[in-house]
């Protein structure tokens, strides 16, 4: 067994143990956290795919984040309000709702991605970034669902035979979630697509001289990153019970992107990685002081500057990218 298999098997192990450890230390809050850390890495893995394999550094993923998880959260509301929408009573399944999620975040991802992937570098960051401010003010716009304020989840999106009100189930569900999200990330960037993907970043001329097309691949990749980050918004909803504009706004693909470089971009894994050590520094940090980015981002530039490849690159030695 290579080493870096050795610490994915580990990460792995650790997810899995973590309700057992939990219940038996009679903490039900590392639990909260565990789920906390699976969902972040869902939706950073979404944006590791077109990060760290395709070289498009999107500012406006959290824009799919916040939607997944207002598709929840006004369907939810209708519900309790005993309204329909657009002659659609709702539905409570998880089944329904999250791919619900998942197609509103591709469809938003895919507009989005066919107009930003028409330029490149700074202006394509800067043209992410304003799509996403767009969402977050029409979500503040909102009144009817709380504004600024955000809105209030009733109750978690139903799945047959399962307990979503058990915290250590709900937490199994989303590391499900999150262990086939990388099975599929890691079969995509492997395929051919995700070959053609990885020959754009290393020389987009040569891979057109050859024949593929940059628009296809890029914002097949971009739309599919969508979907995974409208999901884990949805998985937050669910988790949270609560949703608000917050979610969409710049900080949130700003703490995405940092859990990627922290973990390591170009490697899947390490986003998974990333999110826990983020989030768990940021726990610890802030039950000490309130300025915790103060120590958060020294961390951040010293990982940068002696290990490029992220924590899991250090840990995992030479082949940890895929």
């Not at 086939?180 to 891979?207: D, H, K, T, Y």
Request: aromatic content about 12%; overall charge neutral; hydrophobic content about 55%.
């Amino acid at each position: 067994m290579t080493r870096k298999n050795i610490v994915i098997f580990l990460i792995f192990a650790a997810l899995l143990v973590l309700p057992l450890a939990a219940n038996g230390l009679n903490n039900s809050f590392l639990i909260n956290m565990g789920t906390q850390f699976v969902i972040y890495a869902l939706a950073a893995i979404s944006l590791d795919l077109v990060l760290g394999y395709g070289a498009m550094v999107s500012f406006g993923h959290a824009a799919f984040f916040g939607l997944g998880g207002y598709v929840v959260g006004i369907v939810a509301y209708h519900m309790g309000m005993g309204e329909t929408i657009m002659g659609w009573t709702g539905s409570e399944s998880a089944l329904v709702m999250w791919p619900l999620a998942m197609l509103a975040a591709a469809l938003t991802g895919l507009v989005m991605g066919f107009l930003s992937l028409r330029t490149s570098g700074v202006q394509f960051i800067m043209i992410t970034l304003a799509f996403a401010q767009m969402l977050y003010f029409v979500l503040v716009g909102l009144v009817t669902y709380g504004g600024d304020d955000g809105m209030s989840v009733m109750s978690r999106n139903l799945i047959p035979g399962v307990n979503m009100d058990d915290p250590s189930i709900f937490y199994y569900v989303c590391l499900a979630l999150m262990t086939l999200w990388v099975v599929l990330c890691r079969r995509i960037v492997n395929s051919p697509f995700g070959m053609a993907l990885r020959g754009f970043q290393q020389n987009e001329r040569r891979n057109v001289n050859l024949g593929y097309a940059p628009m296809r691949y890029k914002l097949t990749a971009f739309t599919i990153s969508a979907a995974g980050a409208g999901l884990a918004g949805a998985l937050w909803a669910n988790y949270a019970l609560y949703v608000s504009p917050d979610m969409a706004s710049w900080l949130k693909s700003g703490t995405l992107m940092a859990m990627i470089v922290l973990g390591g971009m170009g490697t899947i894994y390490g986003s998974i990685l990333g999110a826990a050590v983020y989030l768990g520094l940021e726990q610890a940090l802030t039950a000490w002081t309130e300025n915790w980015m103060l120590f958060l981002g020294p961390a951040l530039i010293l990982v940068v500057l002696f290990s490029k490849r992220g924590l899991f690159g250090w840990l995992a030695g030479r082949n940890s990218h895929d």
